[in-house]
């Protein structure tokens, strides 16, 4: 938590030395005025311990460089404060008569209780140094991704729509320039996903509840997946970035599309036995286990589907997948489809199934390709940092 907008810096730095120094300057009075001075005072020495203090107050005017990061801060910052009473406490043992049971709590107590606290901050300092270091090795990584895609992906089509928009003016035929939009769109669309692979680097924004049906629907409009494409098994609560989510949805549905239609041509549900009314997709829930009303965006199964490959959705026991029928994915190629420029698609980015493990990575999910049950490719989401966010109405085993 970092500074309020009416507190000045100098201000934020100072309050908690000065909560310092009233303690400090607290428990020497009380201990002055409770116990009776020895006769063999040592004031030399009582001056010579109490040196340790200024070095403490010092450390946590220091320690407000870091305040931003409270949970690194506050342990760090509390073992200043113990630290200082035992140090507080231990010279005044050199002045005053304390009580046996008092020194053994007052001084080896809170050392020990101080030095704990200092090791807690010491360790979440630590990591908060390595994930930072993750942080800019991702984004380095990301921005030789950029680098990648404006040097060579970008400057393809342009080179294209340059030539082929000169032939057009030189007078060789209006032809060319279906050239030239085809070319603009596939830089529209390389800039599209640079965009949103600039985002999968970043923190999600504000997590809440999400329906995984009603997601799934949400994506299905923005992609060329129609609604009787798309099964949703069960529905289940996940937490997440809704927007974020749902960009994943969408980029996992364009990569089922794209892959199907470029590998059969003419294809129709009733080819590969889905959606018929024979063998129709089960009807989403919104629990698991009753049927959805028929105004729920996630009731989206119908008799079939004409974009050529059928998706199904449904929990895991610690996430979710998304599974098609498509052409799949060989085994030994399942690993590198999440690489940034990956792509068996002539007209493909190779950055759709980037931005899915980046998004996945901000979540703390992990993301997996494996085959489906009908020969495509199945994406499997589970949560490795955070299990308990993740609920499941109707959990797989």
């Known amino acids: 938590m970092g500074p309020l907008r009416s507190e000045s810096t100098e201000d934020v730095g ?47 005017i ?47 107590g809170v050392l020990l209780a101080g030095a704990l606290a200092l090791t807690v901050g010491a360790v979440r300092w630590n990591a908060q140094r390595d994930a930072h270091e993750a942080k800019l090795e991702r984004q380095n990584e990301r921005l030789d991704q950029f680098a990648s895609v404006v040097s060579h992906d970008l400057r393809n089509p342009l080179n294209v ?3 082929r928009l000169e032939l057009a003016r030189e007078g060789h035929g209006y032809e060319h320039l279906s050239t030239v939009a085809d070319a603009h769109d596939r830089m529209e669309a390389l800039i599209q996903d640079v965009l949103e692979l600039a985002r999968t680097g970043e923190a999600v924004g504000e997590t809440e509840p999400v329906g995984l049906a009603s997601v799934a629907a949400d994506a299905v409009a923005n992609t060329d997946l129609d609604a009787a494409g798309l099964t949703v098994e069960s529905d289940t609560t996940l ?4 927007e974020r989510l749902t960009a994943v949805f969408e980029n996992l549905f364009r990569n089922s599309v794209e892959h199907a239609s470029a590998s059969t041509s003419g294809r129709s549900a009733a080819d590969s036995g889905v ?3 024979s063998n129709g997709p089960a009807t989403p829930t919104a629990d698991g286990g009753g049927p959805v009303d028929d105004d729920s965006p996630s009731d989206i199964a119908v008799e079939h589907s004409t974009s050529g490959v059928h998706v199904r959705v449904g929990p895991l026991d610690d996430g979710f ?12 190629e399942q690993e590198r489809v999440f690489e940034s ?42 949560d490795v940092a955070r ?6 109405s109707d959990p797989r085993p």
Do not use: K, N
Request: charge should be negative.
């Open 341 to 382: 420029g990956y792509t068996t698609d002539p007209d493909g980015t190779g950055l759709g199934l980037a931005i899915v493990s980046g998004v996945a990575d901000a979540h703390g999910w992990s993301v997996t390709a494996t085959s489906g049950e009908s020969g495509g490719v199945r994406f499997e989401f589970r």
């Open 161 to 163: 729509a340059q030539m």
């Open 275 to 277: 959606g018929s009314a």
């Open 321 to 332: 997948f998304v599974e098609d029928d498509g052409p799949g994915i060989p085994p030994e």
């Open 239 to 242: 937490v997440a970035d809704p």
């Open 62 to 108: 220091a320690l407000a460089s870091i305040r931003e990061y409270q949970r690194v801060w506050r342990p760090l910052y509390a073992g200043s404060v113990l630290v200082c009473v035992y140090a507080t406490t231990d010279a005044l043992d050199e002045v005053v008569a304390q009580p046996e049971l008092f020194s053994l709590v007052f001084e080896d």
């Open 387 to 392: 299990p308990d966010e993740v609920s499941t």
């Open 14 to 60: 100072l309050r908690p030395t000065l909560a310092v120094l009233v303690v400090v300057v607290g428990v020497a009075s009380i201990q002055f005025l409770v116990f009776p001075s020895t006769s063999d005072a040592s004031w030399g020495r009582f001056v010579f311990e109490l040196l340790l203090v200024p070095v403490l107050l010092v450390g946590s």
